[in-house]
């Protein structure tokens, strides 16, 4: 019947997904946020605007980013001139942001989260969106 032909087509479509997912070399820091497609489908919860996209994407505002791209003269931290500035690092690291990331931690209650920590409930990617605005507030 038809319900069990879409329902086959659906299994073999996430089975494609996924497995070209975990084959691509392509994506590999927003695989640290959703290490599999079924991980990001049962975060229902995550609709990132575009500043988390690049918090989750690791495209964006950061120096490292626009240095790659001939947009910024160093790809350094400000704060920390031995580390480049990317996601990760104005995320999880930069003392910079800690004011906001603390905010962030109290939330998901870990204080040396892996990036899927900060994804995985609700509060925890409310808190992310929040880091988010700080994020905008200071680049934009």
């Known amino acids: 019947d038809v319900f069990k032909l879409k329902q086959r087509l659906n299994e073999a479509i996430m089975t494609e997904w ?13 695989k640290l946020f959703f290490p599999t497609i079924h991980a990001r489908q049962m975060a229902e ?6 500043w988390c996209t ?4 690791g495209h ?19 704060t920390c001139p031995d580390e480049d500035e990317d996601a990760l690092h104005v995320l999880l690291r930069c003392p910079a942001h800690d004011g906001p990331r603390l905010r962030l931690m109290r939330t998901i209650h ?6 899927a920590d900060l994804v995985a409930t609700r509060e925890g990617f409310g808190a992310l969106l929040e880091f988010s605005k700080y994020w905008r507030s200071i680049r934009a």
């Open 54 to 57: 690049q918090l989750l994407s």
């Open 110 to 115: 870990k204080y040396d989260p892996e990036p």
């Open 60 to 78: 964006g505002a950061f120096s490292a980013k626009l240095h790659f791209f001939r947009r910024s003269p160093s790809p350094r931290c400000a």
């Open 45 to 50: 919860w995550v609709e990132a605007d575009h």
């Open 18 to 30: 996924s497995r070209r997912w975990s084959d691509t070399t392509k994506g590999q820091h927003t």
